[in-house]
């Protein structure tokens, strides 16, 4: 009679050889004479789970442990069948299990590393990789892993060294050229990535993935139609891939595309419903719309946090000691303590705030610090890089740092970290400055505007937030050291009358290009000068809406993104300036100001679309506010008929906007903190 191992032997054969309805039917007789044989329960469990049985095969591995606790074959089939459910918990401890038995098991410490990373414990899950990198030194897959993980991580130098090292070993697999595209590209090597992720695509054509990377990188090489043409391949590869719908939105929103833009972001949001980032990125393309009411846009910033916010919490007590005069901690959230826009506020909050009154803290999420971080963290009390912490971490570190106001300054604008004041980590919560609408989120008490942008009786800003509203203005200017002094009115010496407007092309609304295009159809001699962006589809399309409406094509100056210099120069060109709607520029009407060039604004209904207002009333150029598209068309007919009067306050704008309020930066940071200290003071028990 043949004994077990000679019964295994055969079973195992007709395993080998493909047969496996033979195969289970010979373990299964095996068994039922020698129940405690764990190798044929651990085959078994292998076919059932080729057969799509994996609750069964799982009973086979569990009966396979019962046999022999320590066995290492079973530990790691069952790991897998975890890590296949989604178990990760589970199957990490199957997986030590076995390499505890066996501590050479490539396989096992290959997923344990696995499952470590999808736990997002990054350390633990590196530390495996490292260790199956060293058992086994040819694995390219293995070094795929550890550079993922030293990607996220932060470590670029590294990941592009275990990327090189990957790509070494298997040259033709286009994963390993995608992989270090992506860790060059981080490492702002962006030349080679394009060379690297090219490659990949070169092996495998319709690669979603790398040819998203590729828009990626190019767009940092500022050619935005390459990018879309990538984007666009993406979503043809793989009609799901979310990412990539939402990179083909952002691009169109940046050719001034906004409704095709909104589309994209849609799908996008459709494939992965909680994708914070896309959602945020898509309220922000709402703003641009003409084509939606204040009220619709507030709908949809209540739905982002309905979906992603929480349950709103109690508001934080107020600290004791109760001291109603005590010094105040602020914190200031923001990711853009960088060279940005908005850098130019930062520095003046920074600067001007009462140190008797106030204590500062930065909470920084600025993913590539530059000189002007550097520069904004000496003017800060204390400094708070946030990248890469969770958004329960950042939380706990204003709660330690006893914050009595937190202040967002991003809003739903790119990195932001709205999630963290969803926690409430401070007992009052303000939004401020860098994005003209509400958060949408409970959570944030106050979003603080002026009187004039959000009046008391009129149109209202749908908003979740109470309007904190300052005395004067909601933000100021800081003028830039490097303009220019402005030059003499064009129009003087000159029959055209040049109109322009450098503000995003994503600005430019439907409504907004029919209402300027009407002014070059009803004003003879008008020109207007636009800020098309990085994209030549972009500048064609808008060309295409002019001369389609009967405009002559030299009438219509398209310009690309500007450095700094050209940017104020070019203001030197303009007799007047437009404002967009029904998003209105704010920093850059302020630069037109400052070159001495009145600013045209249409009346809107809520913030986002008032801005303009505002600063032409503080500004003493009320003869400069419309109250419809239409009367800014006669607006412009008047204005180009009082040339000198409009020579005459260009001469003396820089002069009026340096005296005004806008850029009173101690007279506004003393409002500023007034109005922290009567917020704070309402929240001190009675």
């Known amino acids: 009679m043949p004994d077990v191992e000679q019964l295994f032997a055969v079973a195992a054969g007709r395993h080998q050889a493909g047969d496996r309805d033979a195969a289970e039917r010979m373990y299964r007789e095996l068994l039922t004479q020698f129940p405690q044989h764990a190798a044929s329960w651990c085959n078994l469990g292998v076919l059932l789970v080729q ?27 069952l790991g897998n069948l975890y890590r296949r459910a989604g178990r990760f ?21 290959f997923n344990l590393g696995l499952c470590l990373s999808a736990l997002e414990d990054l350390p633990a899950a590196t530390a495996c990789f490292r260790e199956a990198v060293r058992l086994e030194p040819q694995n390219a897959d293995a ?7 030293l990607l996220r991580g932060g470590k670029l130098i590294e990941a592009i060294t275990t990327f090189r090292a990957a790509v070494e070993r298997k040259p033709s697999d286009p994963r390993t050229h995608y992989n270090l595209g992506l860790a060059l590209a981080n490492a702002g090597q962006t030349l080679p990535a394009q060379e690297s992720l090219t490659h990949a695509l070169h092996l495998k054509p319709d690669y979603a993935e790398a040819h998203n990377a590729l828009g990626l990188t190019l767009e940092t090489l500022h050619r935005k139609d390459d990018a879309f043409f990538h984007y666009q391949q993406a979503v043809q590869c793989r009609p799901d891939f979310a990412d990539a719908w939402s990179n083909l939105g952002t691009n169109l929103g940046e050719q001034g595309r906004s409704e095709e833009s909104i589309s994209c972001l849609r799908h996008s949001l459709s494939i992965r419903p909680n994708a914070v980032p896309v959602h945020s990125n898509l309220l922000l393309q ?30 934080l007590p107020i600290p004791t000691p109760h001291d109603a005069q005590r010094r105040l901690r602020v914190g200031y959230l923001s990711a853009d303590y960088r060279a940005h826009t908005v850098s130019g506020f930062l520095e003046l909050l920074l600067t001007h705030h009462d140190r008797g009154q106030v204590e500062l803290f930065a909470y920084a999420n600025v993913l590539r610090p530059d000189e002007t971080t550097e520069q904004l963290r000496k003017l800060a009390d204390q400094w708070r890089p946030i990248v890469g912490m969770s958004d329960a971490a950042v939380a706990e570190q204003i709660r330690e740092d006893r914050i009595d106001i937190l202040v967002d300054l991003g809003g739903h604008t790119a990195s932001n970290r709205l999630l963290v004041l969803a926690r409430r980590p ?52 800081r003028p830039p050291d490097s303009a220019p002094a402005p030059g003499p009115l064009p129009a003087l010496s000159q029959r055209v009358f040049t109109l322009g407007c450098l503000n995003n092309a994503a600005k430019l609304s439907d409504a907004c290009l029919t ?33 389609q409406a009967g405009v002559l094509r030299d009438r219509v100056e398209l310009l690309p993104r500007l450095p700094p210099e050209q940017y104020f120069a070019r203001h030197q060109q303009f007799d007047l300036y437009l404002d967009p709607f029904p998003y209105n520029g704010g920093v850059t009407t302020c630069d037109a100001l400052w070159m001495g060039v009145p600013v045209l604004t249409v009346r809107g209904t809520s913030y986002v679309s008032r801005q303009g207002v505002g600063l032409m009333t503080r500004i003493g150029l009320p003869g400069c506010i419309a109250e419809s598209p239409a009367q800014l068309v006669g607006m412009v007919q008047e204005w180009s008929h009082r040339r000198p009067e409009l020579a005459e306050i260009r001469r003396e704008l820089r002069g009026r906007m340096a005296a005004s309020v806008i850029c009173d930066a101690p007279r506004y940071l003393r409002h500023l903190e007034s109005a922290y200290r009567q917020v704070w003071q309402e929240r001190l028990p009675r």
Not at 65 to 73: E, G, I, M, R
Not at 301 to 307: G, S
Request: glycine fraction near 6%.
């Open 286 to 315: 709402l703003n641009y719309s003409s084509q939606l009411t204040p009220e619709q846009v507030f709908a949809e910033h209540r739905a982002w946090a309905e979906r992603h916010a929480g349950p709103t919490p109690e508001p």
């Open 89 to 109: 918990p589970e199957a990490v401890a199957e997986f030590r299990a076995c390499l505890a038995a066996r501590s050479s098991h490539s396989g096992a410490l």
């Open 51 to 77: 057969a799509g049985q994996p609750d069964a095969a799982a009973e086979c591995y569990v009966r396979a442990l019962a046999v022999v606790p320590n066995h290492p074959d079973a530990h790691f089939n």
């Open 515 to 547: 209402s300027w295009i009407e002014i070059l159809r009803a004003v003879p001699g008008t020109r207007l000068v636009l800020l098309a962006g990085q994209a030549q589809m972009g500048a064609k399309r808008l060309l295409e809406r002019v001369t």
């Open 143 to 149: 070094y795929l892993r550890l550079g993922d993980c």
């Open 426 to 477: 401070a007992p009052v919560q303000a939004t401020l400055f860098g994005y003209p609408n509400t958060t949408g989120m409970p959570a944030v008490d106050f979003r603080i505007t002026d009187p004039i942008s959000d009046p008391v009786s009129g149109p209202v800003t749908p908003s979740c937030e109470t309007p904190l509203r300052l005395p004067e203005v909601a933000w100021v200017y």
